[in-house]
């Protein structure tokens, strides 16, 4: 599987932005998709994911603020980032998984990473 994301860019604080993954080449083999995101000096965090039925999970930290929908016909997910603040500033990443296992431990495919910038 191939992830293409696009999307990201420089926003100020109580902006909002969407994402976009689309994933190309064994989509049948997808159970689930998801972005992840890691901030300059800090782990890779997970920002929200979405299985094939339709079943989400977002960080905490993020509920309310950000949601993931996904077109089934483009095979593309998509997260709403909105009221966004400069602790989102981060590089975001998409991710594709095969089965609740690489979903729950992060093994799968991974798209290049996009940019958030959100300043004060």
């Known amino acids: 599987v191939q992830l293409q994301a696009s999307g990201g860019g420089s926003v100020q604080a109580g902006g909002s932005l969407r994402l976009s993954c689309t994933a190309s080449g064994n989509i049948f083999s997808i159970y689930a998709m998801g972005w992840y995101r890691q901030a300059p000096g800090k782990q890779r965090e997970l920002v929200a994911t979405?299985?094939?039925?339709?079943?989400?999970n977002y960080a905490d930290s993020l509920k309310g603020r950000f949601t993931i929908f996904r077109n089934n016909a483009k095979n593309t997910v998509y997260p709403q980032m909105n009221s966004l603040i400069p602790e989102d500033t981060a590089v975001y990443y998409c991710?594709?998984?095969?089965?609740?296992?690489?979903?729950?431990?992060?093994?799968?495919?991974w798209g290049q990473g996009t940019q958030v910038t959100v300043s004060s």
């Open positions: 979405i299985t094939n039925a339709g079943t989400t």
């Open positions: 991710s594709a998984h095969n089965n609740e296992l690489g979903l729950r431990y992060r093994f799968g495919s």
